[in-house]
C-alpha cells in the first residue's frame, strides 16, 4: 500500500507457518542465528506443555534433555510413547544446579524453555541460560504482569499460559467458522481469524475492497490451489476477485466478530 511505517507504530505479520518466522526477524532487523539440523534442546520441567514441547522437537529431529525436579513426572515421561527415543534424555535433578547444567553442556545447546509451574523459577533458569550462551530461551509464565515485564527486557522470549488457555477457549468458541483464531496481544482490541469461502458468501466472485466492505474486515492474505493442486500465498492487492475454495485470512476489531462470523456464516 501507500501507507507510511513511521517509528513506534506497531507492525502486525501474518504467516502461514513458523517457517516464514526467520524472514519477518530479518525484515525487523532481529537476525538470529541460523538453526542447525541437528539442534540441542534443553527443556526444564515435564509438565504437560514440557512434554508437548519435547514430542514436538523430537519429531524434528533434533535432540532433547528434560530437567524435572519431581521424579514422579519424570518417570511419568520415561514411561510414555515418546519415552523411548534415543534422542530424549530425562533427567530427574535440581535445574538450579550448576554443576548438573556444567554436565549436560547447557552453553552448547541451541535451544532452552523453562516450563515449570513455577513463575520466578522460570524466569531465572531462562535468564541462566541465556547468561551461559544458549541463543534461544523462552519460558512459559502465569502471571500476564511478569510476561509483559519480560518482554520489555527483552532477554528472552515469554510465553503467558493464560493467555493460550483464553486463545484455545475462544477458538472453540469460534469454531461455528472453522478456521484459524489468534488474539494479538500488543493489541488486545485486534484480532486475527481466517475462514474458507464457499458459493454461499456474498462476497464471491467481487473485488478484495468489495468484499472487506461486505465482511468489515481487512484481507490481509489469500491462500488458493493453484492449476496443480499446490497451495500458494497470495497478497491481497495482486488478485482481481475472491473465489469459492480461497481461505481469507482477516483483521478485525474484536467487537465485530460476531457480525463478522455471521457474515462468513452466510
Excluded: C
Excluded at 507510511?4 to 532487523?29: K, M, N, P, W, Y
Amino acid at each position: 500500500g501507500s501507507e507510511i511505517i513511521q517509528e513506534g507504530q506497531i507492525l502486525v505479520f501474518v504467516s502461514r507457518s513458523t517457517d516464514q518466522f526467520h524472514q519477518i526477524t530479518r525484515a525487523v532487523g532481529r537476525k538470529d542465528e541460523d538453526f542447525p539440523d541437528n539442534a540441542q534442546v534443553a527443556v526444564f520441567g515435564a509438565s504437560q506443555f514440557g512434554s508437548k514441547l519435547a514430542t514436538h522437537y523430537l519429531s524434528r529431529g533434533y535432540n532433547v534433555v528434560v530437567i524435572e525436579p519431581d521424579l514422579d513426572a519424570a518417570n511419568e515421561l520415561v514411561g510414555s510413547p515418546v519415552g523411548s527415543s534415543k534422542r530424549l534424555d530425562v533427567i530427574h535433578g535440581d535445574p538450579q544446579d550448576e554443576e548438573l547444567l556444567q554436565e549436560l553442556g547447557i552453553d552448547h545447546h541451541d535451544i532452552a524453555v523453562a516450563a515449570l509451574d513455577d513463575d520466578n523459577l522460570n524466569i531465572a533458569i531462562s535468564m541462566r541460560a541465556k547468561d551461559k550462551g544458549v541463543p534461544r530461551t523462552g519460558l512459559l509464565l502465569k502471571d500476564r504482569a511478569l510476561v509483559e515485564a519480560v518482554h520489555r527486557i527483552g532477554l528472552t522470549r515469554p510465553v503467558s499460559r493464560r493467555l493460550v488457555t483464553v486463545t484455545s477457549i475462544l477458538k472453540s468458541i469460534h469454531m461455528n467458522v472453522p478456521g484459524a483464531y489468534q488474539v494479538i496481544p500488543p493489541i488486545p482490541a485486534i484480532i486475527s481469524i481466517s475462514a474458507e469461502v464457499n458459493h454461499d458468501h456474498s462476497f464471491t466472485g467481487k473485488s478484495v475492497k468489495d468484499s472487506e466492505r461486505v465482511l468489515g474486515a481487512r484481507i490481509v492474505m489469500v491462500e488458493r490451489h493453484d492449476d496443480t493442486g499446490s497451495t500458494v500465498m497470495l497478497k491481497p492487492h495482486t488478485l482481481e476477485s475472491i473465489e469459492v475454495g480461497d481461505r481469507i485470512y482477516l483483521f478485525l476489531a474484536r467487537d465485530d466478530l460476531k457480525r463478522v462470523e455471521n457474515a462468513l456464516e452466510n
